[in-house]
T-cell receptor
């Protein structure tokens, strides 16, 4: 099993719909992150959580919300999806001071 | 905020050639990391550097943490077709006792012609 699992891997949704992307990890890390990847723009941080009671906005949090249900689970929601939220979304985990471990990503298309 | 300038944006090389890419910043980092992303997958950590001046190898890959702590480079020797992908640098700043977040470069897309 993968250390960081994202579901679904691919999703097509309509404008205005609410959608949730899920992430679970078996690394035992306290820190979890959601990133968005667009061609030519690299990885941009949406939200991050340093433990179950800690949620922080990243660089591009508008239009997104998150929930840290447990140490191992961190979900990202788009309350009302819009086409410019079409992107690759990655979840990552880390131990303080070390590199991040990424999931395989969710390709989201909003039509 | 902190930014990483990664170059080149893309490279088209012949199999067997050596590759060099780098990242620079106006900020000082405590840790430099290099990731590779293959199509359809998330970034995978290649090399982590924790000390200024550190030179670390991982097979045909060599990376260095710049002495000023504001830059890092990654070299790939004798490239092969499976080196194809996007390479990202990332820097980490520690604020006192707490760790900041990773800052990513925009990536270098590597294409290798057999």
């Amino acid at each position: 099993d993968a250390d960081v699992t994202q579901t679904p891997r691919n999703r097509i949704t309509k404008t205005g719909k609410r959608i949730m992307l899920e992430c679970s990890q078996t690394k035992g890390h306290d820190r979890m992150y959601w990133y968005r990847q667009d061609p030519g723009l690299g990885l941009r941080l949406i939200y991050y959580s340093f433990d179950v009671k800690d949620i922080n906005k990243g660089e591009i949090s508008d239009g997104y919300s998150v929930s840290r249900q447990a140490q191992a689970k961190f979900s990202l929601s788009l309350e009302s999806a819009i086409p410019n939220q079409t992107a690759l979304y990655f979840c990552a985990t880390s131990f303080p001071g070390y590199g991040y471990t990424f999931g395989s990503g969710t390709r989201l298309t909003v039509v | 905020g902190q930014q990483l300038n990664q170059s080149p944006q893309s490279m088209f090389i012949q199999e067997g050639e050596d590759v060099s890419m780098n990242c620079t910043s106006s900020s000082i980092f405590n840790t430099w990391l290099w990731y590779k992303q293959e199509p359809g997958e998330g970034p995978v950590l290649l090399i982590a550097l924790y000390k200024a001046g550190e030179l670390t190898s991982n097979g045909r890959l060599t990376a260095q943490f710049g002495i000023t702590r504001k830059d890092s480079f990654l070299n790939i020797s004798a490239s092969i077709p499976s080196d194809v992908g996007i390479y990202f640098c990332a820097g980490l700043i520690n604020y006192g006792g707490s760790q900041g977040n990773l800052i990513f470069g925009k990536g270098t897309k590597l294409s290798v012609k057999p």
